[in-house]
Structure formats: C-alpha cells, structure tokens
C-alpha cells in the first residue's frame, strides 16, 4: 500500500512571484477551482498582507473552495500573521504558512539578527498562527544553505509552538539531489518532535533540478512537496508539479507513495496558467509541452504504432492530452454555452457579463467552425480581463503589401475618450503598436513578444503574448483573436492597462 504525498500548490502565490506573472482575483479564482478539481491537497492562494487587492484574492479563494486546504503566506511578523488569517478565516480549511530566513548570510545580509533572535521571532510567529488555525506551516527560509544544527534547534522549537508542517526551502535552487534528501533525512532522524510534523520539499530549479531534489526528498521521509503549474515561480521557476506527480505515478516500482492528484485535468491546468499569465510552455517540456507526446523519428512511430510502450512510458490521455473534444458550435444556445463554462469552472457574476461572453462566442463562431474547450477558456480569460480596462480597442486597420511598408490605423476609447492614429513602417504589428503608444504617455519597453496557436487548424485562434517593462515594473499583456494582429493589438493594450493600474504590492522575500 502506498503513503500518501500531500501535493500542495503555490502557482498562485510563489508563480506569481515571477516577474510580470501577476494574477487578478477572478484568475485566481479561476485556477484555483481547477486546482481543485485536480484534487490538489493544498492550494497557496498569495500574500495576504502584500497590498488589499491580494488580501481580497486569498480571501476569494478560501470562500470558493471546499475541497483543497487554502493558505496564505505570512513573513514572521504579527501583522502578516494577522492578515493571513483574517483573509483565511472563511475557508472550510484554511493554513498559515509563516517563514523566517535561517541561512548565515540572509540572517547576516537581509534581516540583521542574531540567530537567536530569529528563533524567538520564528517562536512567536508560530504561536500567533495558533490563534487563527491549528494547521500551521513553518519554513526556514533559504534551508538549503543553513547550518544543520540551527535547523534542528529552530524547527524543534516551532513543533512545540504548535507547527504541523515544516517545509525546507531550497531558496536558491542551490541544492543537489543527494545532498537535500540527506538534508530531510537528517532532520528527521535527529529532531526528537519530527514525528510530529510532515516534513515538506520546497525546491527552485536555478540549476535544473527543483523536481529531482523534490524526489530525493520524498524518498527521505519529506510526504509533502510545493510545486506550481508549468514550474512557473521566480528566475528558473518552481519544482514542476506535472512532472513530479507523473514521475511518482509512473514509476511505482521506486516510490512507495503517491498523491491524490487527479492527472487527467493537468494539460488543462497548464493551458490556463499559461493564457493568464503569458508564460508560453516551451514545446520540449515534460508532460505538457506541444512535443511531450510526438514522435518524430519514423522509426519511433512505427514503434509506437505496433505497441505503443515501446517508446511511450506514459499515456497521453491520462494527463487529459486528446480530449479537446469539439464541444459547441454556431448554433449552441446561451444554456449550452454556460453549462460547458460551468463545467471549466467558469461562472459569471452577472447576466450582463454572460451575455457579453456570450456574444463573443457567436462571433467566433461565425469566423471558426469548430470551437474547442481551449477556444472557450480564452475567450472568458479575455472578456474578464477587458471589464476592468481603462485602453479599450476599438478598431484596427491595417494594409500590408509585398515590397511596401505597413500602415495600421487604431481607434481607442481611453477612459471614456475616442481617439485615433496612425502609424507606417516595415510590419504590421510594429507600425500597430507604434499608433497605439502614440495615444498613451509612457513609453515602455518590449521584453518579449510571441504567438501561439491555442488550437489547430489556419482558422484557430492565435494568442500573443507582450511583457512591457515600464520603470522598473513589468507587465505581461495577452489577447487572442482569430486574426494575430488583433490578438497582438489587444496583447499590447492589455499590458498598458497593467502599466497604468499600477498597485504597490510587498514582495515576501526582501
Ligand atoms: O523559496 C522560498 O524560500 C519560499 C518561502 C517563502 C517558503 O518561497
Ligand atoms: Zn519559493
């Protein structure tokens, strides 16, 4: 018989930490419900004390979900504990998870305290959570380059101030497999209360191994693992929780556990994690990657073909790949469309809104026959996202011609405002973008741009991509449209709404 392996999920908290990957509550809402129906064990909603609009997401989580524990993160401080628990305090579970950093030089560098003081601060943190939640997590922040006789007296001490979960950050994705699963193992042995908490991996992948040092601490006793969809996180992402839980399910025969994890919504998972935040997955990346299943070399088909284990360890279907099934067409009725959304997890807050989305739909039906699961959940990530802009786009023309330059003429409603311009020069999207940022007054710098088909065929809908850096603040802006150089204009005019909405948020980790 397998142990169970609680899968907690930090997409919506740790993912969001990744430079311009920043969620509104709906999106969070919205991954959150498929978290769920994934039947992810934990699910870390944010920051509660990072600025209200955050507060109100972690909050909005943990009224929206019954099934998974929700937790907010909490620094060692009393008024982020606080905070973290009020935004928790309607959740059929909720969990505080507060940390303090125990390395030398984050101690030395970044607090400035002895690790004495860090002790008692962790002590009293913890038994400020017990106020709000018996379901108390502690992480010594940067684990991996701590000193493992403090690490045994700090989490010792945060097991008796009532910690029921003790995760071990690798910060900095410095770690090696080896060396962090004897790291848990240790920690276990030596730490006489450590029956007394579940011992947890927290790993970054700066070096490419944030799932492997996952692993190796599970085989050491760890029974809960923080991942994030995509492995999206800060720099080089978060442990991958696609990868970890396929590496777990699929080789059995080396792990003696196993989550509750429900595969098949994973592709789906990662596709709205990636239209939220514009994180494209690349095509080459395990289990979700547009390539993760194709077989290229004719010899491996005709394998696959014969008996597909030959060169397949897993199966597709299991991970929800092939089941784009054509749900709704041109002459689907508002009821069909709201049930199929219903089913995504997608509900809408008012009539208004419904029938907004819903008039959306009808015209993308006109211009593509068959419309998709993935179509659907693009079109409601969109409508959300334009209720709360101040740049709308109002229309878009653009002549290209071989040999010659581009023209693009935009019209935009600016808060409230008509106003219109134009632009000639050697692209379509360039001179678009060009019209549009001569009716803004910021001049932004492009980080990225890219282009991706959210469904097969010439008539599928293209989703763009854009990060705009604007004074030290970055933003990524999505749209889709069957036409790309629309999805590009409203890519760029969604990014320029997040330029100019900006909020002051508190980062946790400085
Ligand atoms: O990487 C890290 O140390 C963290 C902590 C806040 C747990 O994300
Ligand atoms: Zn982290």
Known sequence: MSEKLIIFDTTLRDGEQSPGASMTKDEKVRIAKILEKMRVDVIEAGFAIASPGDFEAVKAVAEAIKDSTVCSLARALDKDIDRAGEAIKNANSGRIHTFIATSDIHMKMKLKMTPDEVLTQAIHSVKRATKYTNDIEFSPEDAGRSDIDFLCRIIEAAIDAGATTINIPDTVGYNIPHQFGETIRQLIERIPNSDKAIFSAHCHNDLGLAVSNSLSAALNGARQIECTINGLGERAGNTSLEEVVMAIRTRQDVFNFDTNINAEHILAASRLVSSITGFVVQPNKAIVGANAFAHEAGIHQDGVLKHRETYEIMCAEDVGWNSNKLVLGKHSGRNAFKARLGELGVEFDSEATLNDAFAKFKDLADKKHDIFDEDL???????????????????????????????????????????????????????????????????????????????????????????????????????VDTDIITSSAKAYIHALNKVMAHVERAHPQV
């Open 377 to 479: 959940q693009a079109l409601v990530t969109e409508t959300q996202t334009e209720a709360t802009e101040v740049i709308r786009l109002l229309s878009l023309k653009v002549c290209t011609e071989t040999g010659e330059e581009n023209t693009a003429e935009v019209s935009l409603s600016i808060n409230g405002e008509e106003k219109s311009a134009s632009a000639k020069t050697s692209g379509a999207v360039d001179a678009t973008f060009h019209a549009i940022l001569s009716m803004v007054n910021i001049e932004p710098t492009l980080q990225l741009y890219s282009v991706t088909n959210v469904t097969q065929g010439t008539d599928a809908l293209g989703e763009v991509n854009v990060r705009l850096e604007h004074e030290g603040k970055i933003v990524n802006g999505q749209g």
